[in-house]
Structure formats: structure tokens, C-alpha cells
């Protein structure tokens, strides 16, 4: 026999043998789903627009709860508003449990603050609550920290003289600075490069992680680990941040003064060395690094990301970005900085950033969920560790709570009257206690970031509004926009 044709069995047989190991036993009484071929699971369900059309098109079946055997797991999938809110928030806790992305799991393997579980998770979450807080996430000094990055941004567009530029970039170092701040105890010059770097890499990271290959990586991990794909990528990209992470924590150690820490990683730091006697303590440098990580790729990555869909569409829907300009000369004027104390006067502007983050739909598929126990949950019995995933895209595209989801309408968010209207169907951070960290401090960056780009300029594309594409570059576990120019006019 050939040896080529023997490498091949080989290959074959391997990839049989792991797939059977990782095979569950099934027990419990699941939701119903497509029959899953053996090892291969749903693989003919799945398409090529990726996993969220494909868990569309297997809901209109099977409804709004339901089962899908990602290669050889089966994972229960909660479509719309109603199903998300009753597993998220009236079961909490039993669904307060955290899945894994298979393309990162390499990197986070249960650490930091995101990916943790049970009792670590619980004591992870708690800190850095109450230390951002400390830093100023909530208090006036954070809102002062978003306008002077807003001021640089401002200049920094000034400088463009209303020429084409692509705003990725500073889009995602006025977010990275307000984390970076909090985190590092520093913002970082637009131009530095070692800044630089590191934001190229969690832009690609987020694409990559976001690609039709990355899904297909997640139905068969467990034997594709061992071959080349954008996997290996996403790890190289992530390692490199850790060890930049990894050196800044050596600098703070080094210079440490207990009685004024002067950021996150000082006040980790001491709390570390409080905790030194505790073997079972969750605050070690595993944990620490890892936090950093999540907090600043989490805090740089879903706030510049939804600016850019949101400048996008106010170059798509130019009488939108008109109707806010007027509002934020009547309520600021041209000569202060807009205010966080601002919002409540400016019902339109807060309704186009809420439908904003309700149309670019960012994390279409949530972060995976799994159950603490064996939860009963609308009549099926879920054994403790099934792996779920909230839609969150069929909430924010709910045709109950939406009159017209798939268009970009900030009436979504008004009222008769003209007043905001809240929704609950819009949970672009989630909800339950699994629900974004950063939402407070995102939701203080759009604001102010937005209203002060639109008080100083006007927008122009190169690209006809009619021409203008909204469909993403990239839409997996995330969406990405494509890419475009814009032109900052000077008013």
C-alpha cells in the first residue's frame, strides 16, 4: 500500500477515535433539534452564512428553544426575547454557568474574569467591579478621562482637513485609552507604536475569531487543533498581548507603593500579596494576566467596533446624523464639551446609539452559557454543564418588541411623544449575571464620544448614501463592519 494512501487511513482513523472520545453520552431529556449524524453531529444543517442563518433556519422548525450538536456536543440554543430572559433571568443562576469559544479556549482555559466558573468566577467578577469603581468607572473622573480622549480625537480629525480616512484605528485608541487608563494607570500616544501593535492584534483577533473557518473550528476542536488554520493565528496574536501584559504587571510590581496603588493591576497586585497564605486563593498571576486581557480587549474592541457601524450608518442615513446635530446645538451649542448630564435632554440622539447598538448586532450569538446543574427548563431537563447559547441577535431583531427589525430606525426607541422608550428585548451586553462588566462605562464612552465628533463635524463619504454596504466583513461569534472612509468637515 502507498505510504500516502496509509497516511491518510491514519489521519481517518485518528480523527474517528477522538471524535468518539469526545462524544457524549446522552442523559437528561434535551429540546428537540435535527436528528445529529454520528461524529459529525449537524454538519448538514450548518451552511455557509455560518452559524447564526443556520440556527434561523433550524428555529422556524423547531422553535425558540431548541438543540444543535456542534460536531459530536449537543448545545441548547434560546431564540428570542421571551426564551432568553426566562433562562438568563429567572433561572440565573443555574444558567450563570460560562461555555467555551474553542478558538480562544487555548488562551483563557477557565481563567480571568470572562471564561471563569463557579466560585473562582464569583470572586473574580466582585473585584473588578468594586476596583473600577474605585479608579472611576460610575464617577465623574471617567466621564472627564472620555472627553479629554475626545478633545485628542477632535484634533486629531482637524488634522485630516476633511480628507477620506479609514477610522478604525482611532476609533479603537480613544476606547483602549479609557481601559488602558483604568487598567495600566496611562493613556497612550495615537502614534506609539508598541500601541499600535497591540490594537492591530485585537483587531484581528476579533476578525479572525469572527470567520466562517473559526466556526467550522469550533464544531470539530478537538481534532483540528493538531493542523494549521486561523486558530494557531488567534493564539499567536492573543500570546503576544499576554506577554506585553505580562511585563507591564513586572513594571508595576517593581515599583509597587501599597499605600497608593495607582491602577487595576496595583490594587490586584496587593490583594495578592494579602492573599499569599490562601492555597485556594483565585488572585494569582495566571488569573491577573488573563483579567487584563479580557477587560482590555473587551473594553477596546465592542465600543470601537460599534462606532464604526455607528458613523457608517450616519453616513448611510445622513438625515439621521442631521436631526442629531440639531439637537446637540440646541442642548450643548458649540462652545463646552458635551456632558454626561446632557443624555436626559437629548431623547433622539440617546434613541439613534441605542438602535445603533441594536442594528450592528456585535455579538450575534452571545458568549456561551452553560448550566450550574441539572436545570428543568420549560419541560426538558438539562443535565448540569450543557452548553447554551442566548441569541442575542434574535432579541435585538424580535419582530414583537421591533416594528421593523432588519431596518435602522431610532423610533425603535421613542415613544408618541418624542421621550426615550426603553425595550426589553435590547440586550446588546446580555443580561442576568452574566452581563458585560464594561456595559456602564461603554454605554459613557458612545455617548459622549458620539455627540462630540457630531458637534464639530459634519460627515461626508467618497461612497453615494444608496451605495453604501451595512452587511459585515466577518460575522461569527462577532460582527465586523467593512471597511470605509469617511471625511470629518469642519462646522
Known amino acids: 500500500m502507498e505510504p500516502s494512501v496509509l497516511l491518510l487511513l491514519a489521519l481517518l482513523v485518528g480523527f474517528v477515535l477522538l471524535l468518539v472520545r469526545g462524544y457524549p453520552k446522552a442523559r437528561g431529556h434535551l429540546p428537540p433539534g435535527p436528528r445529529p449524524l454520528p461524529l459529525l453531529g449537524n454538519l448538514l444543517q450548518m451552511d455557509r452564512g455560518g452559524f447564526l442563518n443556520s440556527f434561523r433556519r433550524i428555529r422556524e422548525k423547531y422553535g425558540d428553544v431548541f438543540t444543535v450538536h456542534l460536531g459530536p456536543r449537543p448545545v441548547v440554543m434560546l431564540y428570542g426575547t421571551e426564551a432568553i430572559r426566562e433562562a438568563l433571568v429567572d433561572q440565573a443562576e443555574a444558567f450563570s454557568g460560562r461555555g467555551t469559544i474553542a478558538a480562544v479556549e487555548p488562551i483563557f482555559r477557565g481563567y480571568g474574569v470572562v471564561f471563569a466558573n463557579g466560585e473562582h468566577w464569583k470572586a473574580l467578577r466582585r473585584f473588578p467591579l468594586v476596583t473600577m469603581r474605585d479608579f472611576g468607572m460610575g464617577k465623574r473622573s471617567v466621564e472627564e478621562r472620555i472627553q479629554e480622549e475626545a478633545r485628542c480625537l477632535v484634533e486629531e480629525f482637524r488634522k485630516s482637513q476633511g480628507a477620506p480616512l479609514d477610522p478604525t484605528f482611532l476609533f479603537q485608541c480613544i476606547t483602549a485609552n479609557i481601559i488602558c487608563s483604568i487598567v495600566f494607570g496611562e493613556r497612550f500616544d495615537y502614534k506609539d507604536h508598541q500601541f499600535l501593535r497591540l490594537l492591530y492584534l485585537f483587531y484581528q483577533s476579533f476578525s479572525l475569531i469572527s470567520s466562517f473557518s473559526s466556526q467550522v473550528f469550533e464544531l470539530f476542536s478537538g481534532f483540528l487543533k493538531y493542523f494549521p488554520g486561523t486558530h494557531r493565528q488567534i493564539s499567536r496574536n492573543l500570546q503576544e498581548i499576554l506577554d506585553y501584559i505580562g511585563q507591564s504587571v513586572e513594571k508595576h510590581r517593581a515599583t509597587l507603593d501599597p499605600s497608593h496603588p495607582r491602577d487595576f493591576i496595583d490594587t490586584y497586585l496587593l490583594r495578592m500579596e494579602k492573599e499569599k497564605s490562601n492555597q485556594h486563593t483565585e488572585f494569582d498571576h495566571q488569573n491577573l494576566v488573563i483579567s487584563v486581557l479580557s477587560l482590555f480587549f473587551a473594553g477596546t474592541e465592542t465600543s470601537s467596533t460599534t462606532l464604526r457601524y455607528g458613523f457608517l450608518l450616519m453616513l448611510k442615513y445622513p438625515h439621521v ?110 443580561i442576568g449575571k452574566r452581563i458585560c462588566l464594561g456595559e456602564g462605562i461603554a454605554r459613557n464612552e458612545l455617548f459622549l464620544f458620539f455627540t462630540t465628533i457630531l458637534q464639530n463635524f459634519s460627515l461626508s463619504s467618497p461612497v453615494a448614501p444608496k451605495d453604501i454596504d451595512l452587511s459585515p466583513k466577518e460575522s461569527g461569534f462577532g460582527k465586523v463592519p467593512q471597511t470605509y472612509q469617511i471625511c470629518f468637515l469642519a462646522r
Not at 450575534?364 to 452553560?370: A, D, E, F, L, R
Not at 436545570?375 to 434574535?394: A, C, D, M, Q
Open 321 to 430: 446624523a442631521e436631526k442629531v446635530q440639531k439637537e446637540i446645538d440646541q442642548v450643548i451649542g458649540s462652545h463646552r464639551l458635551p456632558t454626561l448630564e446632557d443624555r436626559t435632554k437629548m431623547p433622539y440622539t440617546e434613541a439613534v446609539i441605542y438602535e445603533i447598538r441594536r442594528f450592528s448586532d456585535l455579538i450575534p450569538i452571545g458568549v456561551p452559557h452553560k448550566v450550574t446543574k441539572d436545570t428543568l427548563f420549560r419541560g426538558y431537563l438539562l443535565p448540569k454543564n450543557t452548553e447554551v447559547y442566548p441569541i442575542l441577535s434574535s432579541a435585538l431583531h424580535d419582530p414583537q418588541y421591533f416594528e421593523q427589525p432588519d431596518t435602522f430606525n431610532p423610533d425603535h426607541f421613542l415613544d408618541a411623544n418624542g421621550a426615550l422608550k426603553k425595550s426589553e428585548a435590547f440586550m446588546p451586553f446580555s
